[in-house]
């Protein structure tokens, strides 16, 4: 069993910046590849990035490449996802979501065996 938290989600100004951080407890972190996904009011939860235990590899969506990085510190059994350049349309509840492949970079919703509870960002002037 892993438990997820998600922090750094608020409120910012477009062409902003924030910090999202996903604290993992439980069963070993370094056996789960970690991914960030969204949901919008009135949409499906979307795929946003991916990367593996190691930190080796990493997948983005088109709408964030460039923009969002994210990144994984097994000592601290923590990943992040940073975000730049934020837009409006970036508006969502963010979730981390834990997949036990660790090498697997996995982008359907149905292939994540945790999930944390999500962090509200807006984007808005």
């Known amino acids: 069993q892993v438990t997820l938290v998600e922090s750094g989600g608020g409120l910012v100004q477009p062409g902003g910046s924030l910090r999202l951080s996903c604290a993992a407890s439980g069963r070993t972190f370094s056996r789960y590849a970690m991914g960030w996904f969204r949901q919008a009011p009135g949409k499906e939860r979307e795929f946003v990035t991916a990367i593996t235990w190691s930190g080796g590899t990493t997948t983005y969506a088109d709408s964030v490449k460039g923009r969002f990085t994210i990144s994984i510190d097994n000592a601290k059994n923590t990943v992040y996802l940073q975000m730049n350049s934020l837009k409006p349309e970036d508006t969502a509840v963010y979730y981390c979501?834990?997949?036990?492949?660790?090498?697997?970079?996995?982008?359907?919703?149905?292939?994540?065996?945790?999930w944390g509870q999500g962090t509200q960002v807006t984007v808005s002037s």
């Open positions: 979501a834990a997949n036990s492949n660790p090498y697997y970079i996995a982008g359907k919703r149905s292939e994540y065996d945790y």
